[in-house]
């Protein structure tokens, strides 16, 4: 399995530094053409790891080897929503809603004099008018789809991304259609950097390191079907110029 974790666009939060205003933040008009600049890119791109696959002599090794994705899966938070909606117009690919890959922390509102209160998100009916043509997961509802009272816990979102990593495990070792896909996944960036980790087999309590990822970053990993994980790249901006990379 080719494997894109994709960080969203730029955000109302992450342009006020990362404060927790909004529970469910827009993309700021920067994070919108981030969004559509990584669409225009990763579609005209050439699949560096496709050609190297070849041999030196094999004269294929000229030819264009476009990126393809043949399935993109989306956070049901709104600034993963509207990122992916340009690569899924696209690719025009089934474009998963996946209610498990949000960000660590979750969905809350800050109160006043401290602690917090939930946030249930989009509902189902909210997205499908939105995103027409998004899939979605059965456990977005009428009511949204964040189930917790409060706000998550990091080891709770490292489970979250761990068990995410072992679907695509076991996909990819027991189904043949899995092994040639090519997967987007638009996410955040503290569940990809729990991803990554999972796939390398990095306890995430002991460690003392973590991946940093811009808006619209792609970083790439090849899954085998023997369960090794090939990083391929981290973090690659090549469709921002040096001023839209936040």
């Not at 390191?209 to 899954?223: A, P």
Request: some cysteine.
């Amino acid at each position: 399995m080719e494997l894109y974790l994709i960080r969203h666009g730029q955000s109302r939060n992450n342009a006020h530094d990362d404060v927790h205003v909004h529970a469910d933040p827009d993309l700021t008009e920067l994070g919108h053409r981030q969004a559509e600049r990584l669409a225009a890119w990763l579609s005209a791109a050439n699949d560096t790891e496709a050609m190297t696959r070849l041999s030196m002599r094999d004269p294929g090794r000229k030819d264009h080897h476009p990126v393809r994705l043949t399935q993109i899966y989306v956070s049901p938070m709104r600034r993963a929503l509207q990122t992916a909606k340009p690569l899924s117009d696209t690719f025009g690919c089934p474009t998963h809603v996946i209610p498990t890959i949000y960000e660590a922390g979750g969905l809350f509102e800050r109160v006043e004099g401290g602690g917090v209160r939930p946030y249930r998100g989009m509902t189902a009916d909210q997205i499908r008018e939105e995103f027409p043509l998004y899939i979605l997961d059965e456990r977005v509802g009428a009511d949204g789809w964040y189930r917790l009272d409060r706000e998550e816990a990091l080891d709770e979102c490292f489970a979250r991304a761990e068990a995410f990593a072992n679907v695509l495990r076991e996909r990819v070792e027991n189904d043949e259609y899995w092994r040639t896909a090519s997967l987007g996944v638009v996410s955040h960036g503290m569940f990809i950097d729990c991803v990554l980790m999972s796939l390398m087999g990095v306890n995430a309590q002991k460690r003392q390191s973590y991946f940093w990822v811009y808006n619209t970053s792609v970083t790439r990993v090849d899954l085998r079907r023997d369960g090794y994980a090939i990083i391929r790249s981290v973090n690659r901006v090549p469709h921002l110029p040096h001023d839209m990379v936040t």
